[in-house]
Protein backbone atom coordinates (compact mmCIF):
# COMPACT_ATOMS: atom_id res chain seq x y z
CA UNK A 1 0.00 0.00 0.00
CA UNK A 2 1.73 3.34 -0.98
CA UNK A 3 1.77 6.38 1.39
CA UNK A 4 1.21 10.19 0.48
CA UNK A 5 3.63 13.20 1.59
CA UNK A 6 0.39 13.98 3.54
CA UNK A 7 0.06 10.65 5.26
CA UNK A 8 3.59 11.07 5.96
CA UNK A 9 2.83 14.45 8.13
CA UNK A 10 -0.16 13.16 9.33
CA UNK A 11 1.82 9.81 11.89
CA UNK A 12 4.46 12.67 12.47
CA UNK A 13 1.69 14.31 14.26
CA UNK A 14 0.33 11.18 15.85
CA UNK A 15 3.53 9.26 17.01
CA UNK A 16 1.37 7.06 19.09
CA UNK A 17 -0.32 5.75 16.32
CA UNK A 18 1.47 2.48 14.71
CA UNK A 19 1.23 3.04 11.02
CA UNK A 20 2.83 0.90 8.47
CA UNK A 21 5.01 3.60 7.04
CA UNK A 22 6.92 3.72 10.13
CA UNK A 23 7.71 0.22 10.14
CA UNK A 24 9.49 0.50 6.85
CA UNK A 25 12.26 2.55 5.15
CA UNK A 26 15.39 3.53 7.02
CA UNK A 27 18.98 2.21 6.22
CA UNK A 28 18.01 -1.17 5.80
CA UNK A 29 16.58 -1.01 2.61
CA UNK A 30 19.73 1.14 0.83
CA UNK A 31 21.82 -1.81 0.00
CA UNK A 32 19.10 -3.36 -2.12
CA UNK A 33 18.75 -0.06 -4.04
CA UNK A 34 22.41 1.09 -3.84
CA UNK A 35 22.70 -3.01 -5.23
CA UNK A 36 20.31 -2.06 -8.13
CA UNK A 37 22.32 1.15 -9.39
CA UNK A 38 25.52 -0.39 -9.15
CA UNK A 39 25.05 -3.28 -10.57
CA UNK A 40 22.40 -2.03 -13.99
CA UNK A 41 25.51 0.58 -14.16
CA UNK A 42 28.13 -2.48 -14.03
CA UNK A 43 26.53 -4.32 -16.91
CA UNK A 44 25.17 -1.05 -19.01
CA UNK A 45 28.64 1.03 -18.66
CA UNK A 46 30.15 -2.94 -19.51
CA UNK A 47 28.59 -2.68 -22.47
CA UNK A 48 29.84 0.74 -24.00
CA UNK A 49 33.64 1.06 -24.97
CA UNK A 50 33.69 -2.12 -26.84
CA UNK A 51 30.45 -1.57 -28.69
CA UNK A 52 32.13 0.15 -31.83
CA UNK A 53 34.25 -2.67 -32.20
CA UNK A 54 31.51 -5.42 -32.09
CA UNK A 55 29.69 -2.73 -34.57
CA UNK A 56 32.38 -2.41 -36.80
CA UNK A 57 33.75 -6.35 -36.62
CA UNK A 58 30.48 -8.33 -36.34
CA UNK A 59 28.07 -6.00 -38.27
CA UNK A 60 30.61 -4.39 -41.01
CA UNK A 61 29.30 -1.01 -40.24
CA UNK A 62 31.66 1.62 -41.39
CA UNK A 63 33.83 3.43 -37.88
CA UNK A 64 31.52 6.68 -38.48
CA UNK A 65 28.20 5.26 -38.96
CA UNK A 66 29.02 2.89 -36.02
CA UNK A 67 30.10 6.22 -33.95
CA UNK A 68 26.91 7.61 -35.09
CA UNK A 69 24.59 4.53 -33.78
CA UNK A 70 26.73 5.10 -30.28
CA UNK A 71 26.37 8.99 -29.84
CA UNK A 72 22.34 8.16 -30.11
CA UNK A 73 22.26 5.24 -27.95
CA UNK A 74 24.16 7.42 -25.53
CA UNK A 75 22.07 10.60 -26.07
CA UNK A 76 19.13 7.78 -25.06
CA UNK A 77 20.43 6.95 -21.88
CA UNK A 78 20.93 10.49 -20.99
CA UNK A 79 17.45 12.02 -21.95
CA UNK A 80 15.27 8.84 -20.87
CA UNK A 81 15.96 9.28 -17.51
CA UNK A 82 14.50 12.58 -17.61
CA UNK A 83 11.28 11.29 -18.92
CA UNK A 84 11.25 8.51 -16.55
CA UNK A 85 11.37 11.47 -13.89
CA UNK A 86 8.83 13.16 -15.30
CA UNK A 87 6.49 9.90 -15.77
CA UNK A 88 7.43 8.62 -12.00
CA UNK A 89 6.41 12.52 -10.68
CA UNK A 90 3.18 12.39 -12.25
CA UNK A 91 1.95 9.69 -12.66
CA UNK A 92 3.50 6.10 -11.96
CA UNK A 93 5.74 6.95 -8.17
CA UNK A 94 9.25 6.38 -8.03
CA UNK A 95 9.01 2.36 -6.87
CA UNK A 96 7.33 1.40 -9.77
CA UNK A 97 9.50 2.91 -12.53
CA UNK A 98 12.55 1.79 -11.00
CA UNK A 99 10.86 -1.63 -11.24
CA UNK A 100 10.11 -1.19 -15.02
CA UNK A 101 13.27 -0.37 -15.60
CA UNK A 102 15.28 -3.14 -14.27
CA UNK A 103 12.65 -5.63 -16.21
CA UNK A 104 13.58 -3.61 -19.76
CA UNK A 105 16.97 -3.23 -19.28
CA UNK A 106 17.44 -7.04 -18.30
CA UNK A 107 15.55 -7.99 -21.60
CA UNK A 108 17.19 -5.36 -23.70
CA UNK A 109 20.46 -7.06 -22.45
CA UNK A 110 18.99 -10.63 -22.81
CA UNK A 111 18.48 -9.54 -26.82
CA UNK A 112 21.68 -8.13 -27.53
CA UNK A 113 23.17 -11.08 -26.00
CA UNK A 114 21.17 -13.00 -28.52
CA UNK A 115 23.29 -11.32 -31.67
CA UNK A 116 26.31 -12.48 -30.37
CA UNK A 117 24.75 -16.48 -29.50
CA UNK A 118 23.16 -16.88 -32.83
CA UNK A 119 25.23 -16.11 -35.98
CA UNK A 120 21.71 -15.53 -37.94
CA UNK A 121 20.92 -12.41 -35.89
CA UNK A 122 24.00 -10.57 -37.48
CA UNK A 123 25.52 -10.50 -40.90
CA UNK A 124 28.34 -13.13 -41.49
CA UNK A 125 31.77 -11.55 -41.73
CA UNK A 126 34.57 -13.09 -42.52
CA UNK A 127 37.46 -11.74 -39.39
CA UNK A 128 40.48 -13.16 -41.07
CA UNK A 129 39.81 -10.94 -44.45
CA UNK A 130 38.07 -8.24 -43.13
CA UNK A 131 34.80 -9.00 -45.63
CA UNK A 132 31.75 -8.67 -44.27
CA UNK A 133 28.29 -8.84 -45.33
CA UNK A 134 25.60 -5.90 -44.93
CA UNK A 135 23.20 -6.21 -42.33
CA UNK A 136 19.92 -6.60 -43.80
CA UNK A 137 16.90 -4.91 -42.27
CA UNK A 138 15.85 -7.50 -39.41
CA UNK A 139 18.59 -7.68 -38.23
CA UNK A 140 19.64 -4.01 -37.72
CA UNK A 141 16.24 -3.79 -36.44
CA UNK A 142 16.76 -6.54 -33.91
CA UNK A 143 20.14 -4.87 -32.79
CA UNK A 144 19.04 -1.36 -32.71
CA UNK A 145 15.73 -2.66 -30.34
CA UNK A 146 17.89 -4.14 -27.51
CA UNK A 147 19.71 -0.65 -27.63
CA UNK A 148 16.55 1.11 -26.88
CA UNK A 149 14.77 -1.24 -24.63
CA UNK A 150 18.18 -1.00 -22.55
CA UNK A 151 17.81 2.95 -23.00
CA UNK A 152 14.35 2.87 -21.75
CA UNK A 153 15.48 0.95 -18.26
CA UNK A 154 18.05 3.46 -18.13
CA UNK A 155 16.03 5.89 -17.63
CA UNK A 156 13.48 4.35 -15.29
CA UNK A 157 16.41 3.05 -12.80
CA UNK A 158 18.33 6.11 -12.99
CA UNK A 159 15.69 8.91 -13.15
CA UNK A 160 14.22 7.77 -9.92
CA UNK A 161 17.25 5.41 -8.22
CA UNK A 162 18.41 8.46 -5.59
CA UNK A 163 15.68 9.93 -4.85
CA UNK A 164 13.65 7.23 -4.22
CA UNK A 165 16.44 6.15 -1.48
CA UNK A 166 16.20 9.61 -0.03
CA UNK A 167 12.69 9.03 0.62
CA UNK A 168 13.42 6.20 2.75
CA UNK A 169 15.76 8.23 5.03
CA UNK A 170 13.27 11.75 5.14
CA UNK A 171 10.81 10.62 6.94
CA UNK A 172 10.69 13.74 9.23
CA UNK A 173 11.26 12.02 12.67
CA UNK A 174 15.23 11.99 12.51
CA UNK A 175 16.64 15.41 13.87
CA UNK A 176 20.13 14.53 12.43
CA UNK A 177 17.97 13.88 8.77
CA UNK A 178 20.06 16.28 6.70
CA UNK A 179 23.64 14.57 7.38
CA UNK A 180 22.11 11.22 7.19
CA UNK A 181 20.47 11.88 3.67
CA UNK A 182 24.51 13.72 2.97
CA UNK A 183 25.93 10.35 3.51
CA UNK A 184 23.85 8.36 1.60
CA UNK A 185 24.21 10.65 -1.33
CA UNK A 186 27.58 10.27 -0.72
CA UNK A 187 27.66 6.31 -0.53
CA UNK A 188 25.53 6.69 -3.95
CA UNK A 189 28.30 8.75 -6.04
CA UNK A 190 30.97 6.39 -4.29
CA UNK A 191 29.20 3.12 -5.54
CA UNK A 192 28.31 4.84 -9.05
CA UNK A 193 32.37 5.71 -9.65
CA UNK A 194 33.20 2.20 -8.31
CA UNK A 195 30.97 0.41 -11.02
CA UNK A 196 32.20 2.55 -13.50
CA UNK A 197 35.37 1.67 -12.55
CA UNK A 198 34.76 -2.36 -12.30
CA UNK A 199 32.32 -1.74 -15.76
CA UNK A 200 35.14 -0.63 -18.08
CA UNK A 201 38.20 -3.31 -16.58
CA UNK A 202 36.76 -5.83 -15.64
CA UNK A 203 33.45 -6.55 -18.54
CA UNK A 204 35.68 -5.25 -21.10
CA UNK A 205 38.43 -7.50 -20.08
CA UNK A 206 35.94 -10.62 -20.56
CA UNK A 207 34.76 -9.45 -24.05
CA UNK A 208 38.56 -8.83 -25.22
CA UNK A 209 39.41 -12.44 -23.33
CA UNK A 210 36.71 -14.43 -23.49
CA UNK A 211 34.58 -13.53 -26.67
CA UNK A 212 30.96 -11.29 -27.01
CA UNK A 213 28.86 -14.31 -26.33
CA UNK A 214 30.76 -14.32 -22.99
CA UNK A 215 31.10 -10.63 -22.78
CA UNK A 216 27.50 -9.74 -22.69
CA UNK A 217 26.44 -12.64 -21.33
CA UNK A 218 28.07 -11.72 -17.91
CA UNK A 219 26.05 -7.95 -18.08
CA UNK A 220 22.79 -10.40 -18.60
CA UNK A 221 23.37 -11.95 -15.02
CA UNK A 222 24.17 -8.54 -13.74
CA UNK A 223 21.38 -6.68 -14.63
CA UNK A 224 19.01 -9.92 -13.24
CA UNK A 225 20.80 -9.57 -10.09
CA UNK A 226 20.41 -5.91 -10.17
CA UNK A 227 16.02 -6.40 -10.59
CA UNK A 228 16.09 -9.25 -8.08
CA UNK A 229 17.94 -7.01 -5.17
CA UNK A 230 15.17 -4.51 -5.83
CA UNK A 231 12.28 -6.21 -5.35
CA UNK A 232 13.83 -8.55 -2.10
CA UNK A 233 13.19 -5.58 -0.19
CA UNK A 234 9.54 -4.81 -2.09
CA UNK A 235 7.96 -4.96 1.37
CA UNK A 236 10.27 -2.55 3.03
CA UNK A 237 10.06 0.00 1.30
CA UNK A 238 8.24 3.55 1.47
CA UNK A 239 6.33 4.08 -1.66
CA UNK A 240 5.29 7.33 -2.14
CA UNK A 241 2.50 8.04 -4.35
CA UNK A 242 2.74 10.32 -7.57
CA UNK A 243 2.34 13.96 -7.36
CA UNK A 244 2.43 16.88 -9.78
CA UNK A 245 5.30 17.35 -11.93
CA UNK A 246 7.46 21.01 -11.95
CA UNK A 247 7.12 20.22 -15.86
CA UNK A 248 3.84 20.43 -15.46
CA UNK A 249 3.81 23.47 -13.67
CA UNK A 250 6.22 25.10 -16.54
CA UNK A 251 4.13 24.42 -19.33
CA UNK A 252 0.88 25.86 -17.12
CA UNK A 253 3.34 29.44 -17.08
CA UNK A 254 3.99 29.24 -19.94
CA UNK A 255 0.03 28.76 -21.17
CA UNK A 256 -1.17 30.65 -18.82
CA UNK A 257 1.15 33.88 -19.86
CA UNK A 258 0.00 33.29 -23.26
CA UNK A 259 -4.14 33.21 -22.54
CA UNK A 260 -3.87 36.17 -20.39
CA UNK A 261 -0.96 38.42 -22.99
CA UNK A 262 -3.76 40.89 -23.41
CA UNK A 263 -3.47 42.06 -19.82
CA UNK A 264 -2.06 44.92 -18.15
CA UNK A 265 0.41 44.05 -15.37
CA UNK A 266 0.01 46.08 -12.46
CA UNK A 267 2.45 49.42 -11.32
CA UNK A 268 2.21 48.17 -7.58
CA UNK A 269 1.63 44.92 -6.79
CA UNK A 270 -0.21 44.16 -3.65
CA UNK A 271 -0.85 40.37 -1.92
CA UNK A 272 -4.83 40.88 -3.81
CA UNK A 273 -3.08 41.26 -6.94
CA UNK A 274 -1.08 37.98 -7.77
CA UNK A 275 -2.14 34.73 -6.72
CA UNK A 276 0.75 33.58 -4.33
CA UNK A 277 1.33 29.74 -2.95
CA UNK A 278 0.14 28.65 0.33
CA UNK A 279 2.76 29.26 2.68
CA UNK A 280 5.53 30.83 0.28
CA UNK A 281 7.72 34.19 0.91
CA UNK A 282 7.34 35.02 -2.06
CA UNK A 283 4.54 38.10 -2.49
CA UNK A 284 5.11 39.78 -5.58
CA UNK A 285 7.39 38.13 -9.08
CA UNK A 286 10.91 39.74 -10.24
CA UNK A 287 11.11 42.38 -12.91
CA UNK A 288 13.10 40.01 -14.87
CA UNK A 289 11.37 38.07 -18.09
CA UNK A 290 8.25 40.15 -16.94
CA UNK A 291 5.69 39.08 -19.48
CA UNK A 292 5.66 35.63 -17.40
CA UNK A 293 4.56 37.94 -14.69
CA UNK A 294 1.25 37.33 -16.52
CA UNK A 295 0.69 34.10 -15.43
CA UNK A 296 0.34 34.87 -12.02
CA UNK A 297 -2.07 37.63 -12.16
CA UNK A 298 -5.67 37.44 -10.55
CA UNK A 299 -8.12 39.40 -12.99
CA UNK A 300 -11.20 38.31 -11.47
CA UNK A 301 -10.87 36.67 -7.37
CA UNK A 302 -14.57 35.24 -7.44
CA UNK A 303 -14.09 33.34 -10.84
CA UNK A 304 -10.54 33.29 -10.81
CA UNK A 305 -10.18 31.54 -7.17
CA UNK A 306 -11.62 28.64 -4.71
CA UNK A 307 -12.78 29.36 -1.32
CA UNK A 308 -9.61 28.18 -0.47
CA UNK A 309 -8.15 30.68 -2.46
CA UNK A 310 -6.11 28.43 -4.98
CA UNK A 311 -6.31 28.85 -8.81
CA UNK A 312 -9.62 27.17 -10.21
CA UNK A 313 -8.00 26.64 -13.50
CA UNK A 314 -4.27 26.11 -12.87
CA UNK A 315 -3.90 26.58 -16.64
CA UNK A 316 -5.03 29.86 -16.72
CA UNK A 317 -3.59 31.04 -13.56
CA UNK A 318 -0.50 30.04 -11.76
CA UNK A 319 1.52 31.21 -8.16
CA UNK A 320 4.13 33.66 -8.10
CA UNK A 321 6.43 31.06 -6.97
CA UNK A 322 5.65 29.14 -10.43
CA UNK A 323 6.46 31.82 -12.40
CA UNK A 324 9.69 31.96 -10.30
CA UNK A 325 11.23 29.06 -10.81
CA UNK A 326 10.04 28.70 -14.65
CA UNK A 327 12.66 32.07 -14.63
CA UNK A 328 15.36 30.55 -12.77
CA UNK A 329 15.41 27.84 -15.00
CA UNK A 330 15.36 29.96 -18.24
CA UNK A 331 18.23 32.27 -16.60
CA UNK A 332 20.72 29.40 -16.31
CA UNK A 333 20.12 28.10 -19.51
CA UNK A 334 22.81 30.12 -21.84
CA UNK A 335 25.71 28.95 -18.74
CA UNK A 336 23.69 25.07 -19.00
CA UNK A 337 24.95 25.23 -22.79
CA UNK A 338 28.45 26.01 -22.60
CA UNK A 339 28.95 22.29 -20.80
CA UNK A 340 27.75 20.68 -24.04
CA UNK A 341 30.98 21.16 -25.86
CA UNK A 342 32.47 20.15 -23.22
CA UNK A 343 30.54 16.43 -23.13
CA UNK A 344 31.57 16.56 -26.57
CA UNK A 345 35.03 15.91 -26.20
CA UNK A 346 33.90 13.41 -23.65
CA UNK A 347 32.20 11.42 -26.00
CA UNK A 348 35.59 11.19 -28.29
CA UNK A 349 36.29 7.59 -26.57
CA UNK A 350 34.99 5.99 -28.93
CA UNK A 351 37.63 7.15 -31.32
CA UNK A 352 40.42 6.61 -28.76
CA UNK A 353 39.37 2.63 -28.89
CA UNK A 354 40.10 2.11 -31.91
CA UNK A 355 43.59 4.47 -31.49
CA UNK A 356 44.70 2.02 -28.70
CA UNK A 357 43.23 -1.03 -30.65
CA UNK A 358 46.44 0.11 -33.30
CA UNK A 359 49.25 0.87 -30.11
CA UNK A 360 50.86 -1.33 -27.49
CA UNK A 361 49.08 -1.78 -24.87
CA UNK A 362 51.56 -4.00 -22.74
CA UNK A 363 52.44 -3.12 -18.98
CA UNK A 364 54.24 -6.41 -18.65
CA UNK A 365 55.36 -8.52 -21.13
CA UNK A 366 52.48 -10.51 -20.23
CA UNK A 367 49.86 -8.40 -19.41
CA UNK A 368 48.51 -5.76 -21.74
CA UNK A 369 45.54 -2.99 -21.00
CA UNK A 370 41.90 -3.83 -23.06
CA UNK A 371 42.06 -0.81 -25.70
CA UNK A 372 38.47 -0.31 -24.32
CA UNK A 373 39.77 0.10 -20.66
CA UNK A 374 41.65 3.32 -21.09
CA UNK A 375 38.75 5.06 -19.64
CA UNK A 376 39.45 3.96 -16.56
CA UNK A 377 42.10 6.55 -16.15
CA UNK A 378 39.71 9.74 -17.00
CA UNK A 379 37.66 7.96 -13.93
CA UNK A 380 40.63 7.54 -11.50
CA UNK A 381 41.65 10.94 -12.05
CA UNK A 382 38.28 12.54 -11.91
CA UNK A 383 38.19 11.14 -8.49
CA UNK A 384 41.81 11.60 -7.01
CA UNK A 385 41.23 15.67 -8.36
CA UNK A 386 38.43 15.59 -6.20
CA UNK A 387 39.95 14.04 -2.97
CA UNK A 388 42.78 16.14 -3.92
CA UNK A 389 40.81 19.49 -3.68
CA UNK A 390 38.50 19.10 -1.09
CA UNK A 391 40.84 17.31 1.36
CA UNK A 392 44.63 18.59 0.28
CA UNK A 393 44.49 21.83 -2.01
CA UNK A 394 41.92 23.58 0.09
CA UNK A 395 42.82 23.18 3.29
CA UNK A 396 46.62 23.67 2.11
CA UNK A 397 45.79 27.27 0.80
CA UNK A 398 43.49 27.80 3.53
CA UNK A 399 46.08 27.80 6.18
CA UNK A 400 48.70 29.23 3.95
CA UNK A 401 46.78 32.61 3.34
CA UNK A 402 44.99 32.27 6.84
CA UNK A 403 41.17 32.63 5.60
CA UNK A 404 38.84 30.19 3.58
CA UNK A 405 40.06 29.68 0.01
CA UNK A 406 37.63 28.14 -2.40
CA UNK A 407 37.39 28.70 -6.16
CA UNK A 408 33.81 30.21 -7.74
CA UNK A 409 31.36 28.21 -9.51
CA UNK A 410 31.51 29.55 -12.35
CA UNK A 411 35.83 29.37 -12.00
CA UNK A 412 35.55 26.02 -11.86
CA UNK A 413 33.35 25.47 -15.15
CA UNK A 414 35.87 27.70 -16.89
CA UNK A 415 38.45 25.65 -15.79
CA UNK A 416 37.32 22.79 -16.81
CA UNK A 417 36.67 24.01 -20.35
CA UNK A 418 40.24 25.14 -20.79
CA UNK A 419 40.87 22.07 -19.75
CA UNK A 420 38.51 19.89 -22.15
CA UNK A 421 40.52 22.05 -25.07
CA UNK A 422 44.00 20.99 -23.80
CA UNK A 423 42.45 17.50 -24.04
CA UNK A 424 41.58 17.94 -27.59
CA UNK A 425 45.32 19.07 -28.21
CA UNK A 426 46.76 16.31 -26.72
CA UNK A 427 44.78 13.81 -28.71
CA UNK A 428 45.56 15.61 -32.03
CA UNK A 429 49.34 15.88 -31.01
CA UNK A 430 49.15 11.61 -29.91
CA UNK A 431 47.39 10.12 -32.94
CA UNK A 432 49.75 12.61 -35.55
CA UNK A 433 52.82 11.05 -34.31
CA UNK A 434 50.96 7.19 -34.52
CA UNK A 435 49.78 8.13 -37.63
CA UNK A 436 53.27 8.82 -38.82
CA UNK A 437 54.37 5.95 -37.28
CA UNK A 438 51.83 3.81 -39.06
CA UNK A 439 52.90 5.27 -42.53
CA UNK A 440 56.22 4.87 -41.96
CA UNK A 441 56.21 0.70 -40.64
CA UNK A 442 54.04 0.53 -44.10
CA UNK A 443 50.73 0.01 -42.49
CA UNK A 444 48.54 2.44 -44.33
CA UNK A 445 46.31 -0.46 -45.54
CA UNK A 446 46.38 -2.45 -42.61
CA UNK A 447 44.02 -0.64 -40.10
CA UNK A 448 44.31 -3.55 -37.34
CA UNK A 449 48.22 -3.76 -37.05
CA UNK A 450 50.01 -2.54 -34.18
CA UNK A 451 52.23 0.19 -34.50
CA UNK A 452 55.64 0.58 -32.53
CA UNK A 453 54.19 2.76 -30.41
CA UNK A 454 53.17 3.35 -26.70
CA UNK A 455 49.10 3.26 -25.74
CA UNK A 456 50.61 5.45 -22.43
CA UNK A 457 50.78 8.26 -24.99
CA UNK A 458 46.45 8.27 -24.42
CA UNK A 459 47.06 8.84 -20.58
CA UNK A 460 47.12 12.94 -21.28
CA UNK A 461 43.62 12.77 -23.15
CA UNK A 462 42.25 11.14 -20.30
CA UNK A 463 44.22 12.72 -17.36
CA UNK A 464 42.79 15.96 -18.43
CA UNK A 465 39.43 14.80 -19.70
CA UNK A 466 39.17 13.71 -16.40
CA UNK A 467 39.93 16.84 -14.66
CA UNK A 468 37.78 18.68 -16.85
CA UNK A 469 34.80 16.77 -15.83
CA UNK A 470 35.85 16.99 -12.19
CA UNK A 471 35.72 21.01 -12.38
CA UNK A 472 33.27 21.67 -14.74
CA UNK A 473 31.15 18.70 -14.49
CA UNK A 474 30.68 18.53 -10.83
CA UNK A 475 31.21 22.55 -11.15
CA UNK A 476 27.91 22.95 -13.21
CA UNK A 477 26.06 19.99 -10.95
CA UNK A 478 26.71 22.46 -7.65
CA UNK A 479 26.10 25.54 -9.82
CA UNK A 480 22.80 24.22 -10.66
CA UNK A 481 21.87 22.88 -7.46
CA UNK A 482 22.81 26.65 -5.68
CA UNK A 483 21.49 28.73 -8.23
CA UNK A 484 17.85 26.96 -8.36
CA UNK A 485 15.28 26.96 -6.26
CA UNK A 486 15.27 24.51 -3.88
CA UNK A 487 11.50 22.76 -5.09
CA UNK A 488 13.59 22.48 -8.31
CA UNK A 489 16.62 20.28 -7.17
CA UNK A 490 14.90 16.61 -8.89
CA UNK A 491 15.57 19.39 -12.27
CA UNK A 492 18.83 20.23 -11.31
CA UNK A 493 20.37 16.99 -10.56
CA UNK A 494 18.80 16.37 -14.38
CA UNK A 495 20.04 19.28 -15.65
CA UNK A 496 23.87 17.29 -16.12
CA UNK A 497 22.20 14.90 -17.72
CA UNK A 498 20.67 16.74 -20.73
CA UNK A 499 23.40 18.36 -21.26
CA UNK A 500 25.37 14.80 -21.85
CA UNK A 501 22.22 14.19 -23.94
CA UNK A 502 22.50 17.55 -26.43
CA UNK A 503 26.46 16.77 -26.61
CA UNK A 504 25.67 13.22 -27.91
CA UNK A 505 23.30 14.32 -30.51
CA UNK A 506 25.64 17.22 -31.78
CA UNK A 507 28.86 14.95 -30.96
CA UNK A 508 26.80 12.59 -34.10
CA UNK A 509 26.20 15.76 -36.25
CA UNK A 510 29.56 17.22 -36.14
CA UNK A 511 31.14 13.14 -36.81
CA UNK A 512 28.29 13.18 -39.87
CA UNK A 513 29.23 16.39 -41.47
CA UNK A 514 32.91 15.99 -41.23
CA UNK A 515 32.79 12.69 -42.53
CA UNK A 516 30.32 13.83 -45.81
CA UNK A 517 32.65 16.98 -46.51
CA UNK A 518 35.72 15.37 -45.99
CA UNK A 519 35.68 12.31 -48.26
CA UNK A 520 34.52 14.31 -51.49
CA UNK A 521 37.80 15.47 -51.73
CA UNK A 522 39.32 11.86 -51.20
CA UNK A 523 39.49 9.92 -47.71
CA UNK A 524 37.22 11.07 -44.86
CA UNK A 525 38.92 11.97 -41.74
CA UNK A 526 36.83 9.71 -39.49
CA UNK A 527 37.60 6.93 -42.21
CA UNK A 528 37.15 3.26 -40.95
CA UNK A 529 40.94 2.98 -41.99
CA UNK A 530 42.45 4.56 -39.07
CA UNK A 531 45.80 4.83 -40.89
CA UNK A 532 44.47 6.54 -44.34
CA UNK A 533 41.99 9.07 -42.23
CA UNK A 534 42.99 12.18 -40.79
CA UNK A 535 41.54 11.51 -36.82
CA UNK A 536 44.11 14.28 -35.97
CA UNK A 537 42.75 17.26 -38.22
CA UNK A 538 39.11 16.10 -36.66
CA UNK A 539 40.17 16.67 -32.93
CA UNK A 540 41.99 19.74 -34.26
CA UNK A 541 38.50 21.06 -35.59
CA UNK A 542 37.01 20.43 -32.00
CA UNK A 543 39.90 22.18 -30.23
CA UNK A 544 38.82 24.86 -32.09
CA UNK A 545 34.84 24.83 -31.18
CA UNK A 546 36.18 24.20 -27.87
CA UNK A 547 37.80 27.41 -27.77
CA UNK A 548 34.62 29.41 -29.35
CA UNK A 549 32.83 27.83 -26.41
CA UNK A 550 35.45 29.01 -24.00
CA UNK A 551 34.98 32.42 -25.43
CA UNK A 552 31.26 31.97 -25.05
CA UNK A 553 31.19 30.65 -21.69
CA UNK A 554 33.07 34.41 -20.63
CA UNK A 555 30.36 36.24 -22.06
CA UNK A 556 27.60 34.26 -20.30
CA UNK A 557 29.44 34.22 -16.95
CA UNK A 558 30.23 37.91 -17.43
CA UNK A 559 25.75 38.48 -18.29
CA UNK A 560 24.49 36.08 -15.40
CA UNK A 561 26.48 37.92 -12.87
CA UNK A 562 27.49 36.98 -9.45
CA UNK A 563 26.68 33.43 -8.28
CA UNK A 564 23.85 32.61 -5.34
CA UNK A 565 25.94 30.27 -4.03
CA UNK A 566 29.05 32.01 -3.89
CA UNK A 567 27.57 34.42 -2.44
CA UNK A 568 26.08 32.34 0.21
CA UNK A 569 29.26 30.91 0.89
CA UNK A 570 30.65 34.49 1.68
CA UNK A 571 27.58 35.52 3.96
CA UNK A 572 28.14 32.51 6.03
CA UNK A 573 32.06 33.76 6.65
CA UNK A 574 30.99 36.80 7.27
CA UNK A 575 28.36 35.60 9.98
CA UNK A 576 30.63 33.63 11.85
CA UNK A 577 31.86 36.92 13.21
CA UNK A 578 35.28 36.62 12.02
CA UNK A 579 34.87 38.88 9.31
CA UNK A 580 36.61 36.53 7.40
CA UNK A 581 36.62 36.93 2.87
CA UNK A 582 36.26 34.00 0.86
CA UNK A 583 38.99 34.48 -1.71
CA UNK A 584 38.20 32.79 -5.13
CA UNK A 585 41.37 31.30 -6.65
Known sequence: METTPSDEKKTIREPLLITPSLSKGGFRTLPFILANEAFERVATLGLSPNMILYLTREYGMETARAAKVIFIWTAANNFTPILGAFVADSYV????????????????????????MFPQARPYCDQ?????????????LFLYFSLGLMSIGTGGIRSSSLVFGADQLNKGINPENAETLQSFFSWYYASVSFSALIAVTGIVYIQDNLGWKMGFGVPVMLMFISALSFYLASSLYIKLKARTSLFTGFAQVLVASFRNRHINLPSQATDEVYCLRKGSRLYMPSEKLRFLNKACVIKNPQQDLTSDGTASNPWSLCTVDQVEELKALIRVIPLFSTGIMISVALTQSSFTVIQAGTMDRHITPKFEIPAGSFSMFLMISLIAWIAFYDRIALPLASKMKGKPVRLGLKQRTGIGILCSCASMVALAIVEYIRREIAIQEGLSDEPQAMVHMSALWLLPYNVLSGLAEAFAGVG???????????????????????????????ASFITSAVDDVTKRGGESWVSSNVNKGHYDYYYWLLFGLSILNF????ACSKAYGPCRG??????????????ERIDEC
Open 128 to 140: FSSICESPTAPQL
Open 93 to 116: GKYRMIGLGSILSFLGMVLLWLTA
Open 551 to 554: MYFL
Open 476 to 506: QIEFFYAELPKTMSSIGSNLFGLGAFVASLV
Open 566 to 579: DDEVQSQATRRGNH
